[in-house]
Nanobody, 129 residues
């Protein structure tokens, strides 16, 4: 499984960014996909996850109403549209693919890392106040 993230950058508070993750080496539509983030000095946390059919999603409470996860199964891409960005959103963002069996987006985003494949490089999001 290979996951390549892009789309990060430096924006002012209140601005928007759209992250993309292109996946290969897996049957993409069979995998729940997600976005995680890790801020300096903090643990990695699940931000949002989406089932293979895009029929169910999970959002961390602090991003509800501001972030939208979506996916394009024809092109093996998962997106994270981030609006009304806040300085607290500053972090390295990583894409993840959950092995079949970790299909529930809440479980994929909130449970342990067993069965999750993470992107190696991440994409840095920096929000200035």
């Amino acid at each position: 499984v290979q996951l390549v993230e892009s789309g990060g950058g430096l924006v002012q508070a209140g601005g928007s960014l759209k992250l993309s993750c292109t996946a290969s080496g897996l049957s993409f539509a069979d995998y729940t996909m997600g976005w995680f983030r890790q801020a300096p000095g903090k643990e990695r946390e699940g931000v949002s996850c989406i089932t293979g059919s895009a029929g169910s999603t999970f959002y961390k409470d602090s991003v509800k109403g501001r972030f939208t996860i979506s996916r394009d199964n024809a092109n093996n891409v998962v997106y994270l549209q981030m609006n009304s960005l806040k300085p607290d959103d500053t972090a390295m963002y990583y894409c993840a693919a959950a092995e079949p069996g970790r299909d529930d987006p809440y479980d994929a985003c909130s449970g342990d890392a067993y069965g999750l494949h993470f992107g190696g490089q991440g994409t840095l999001v920096t929000i200035s106040s």
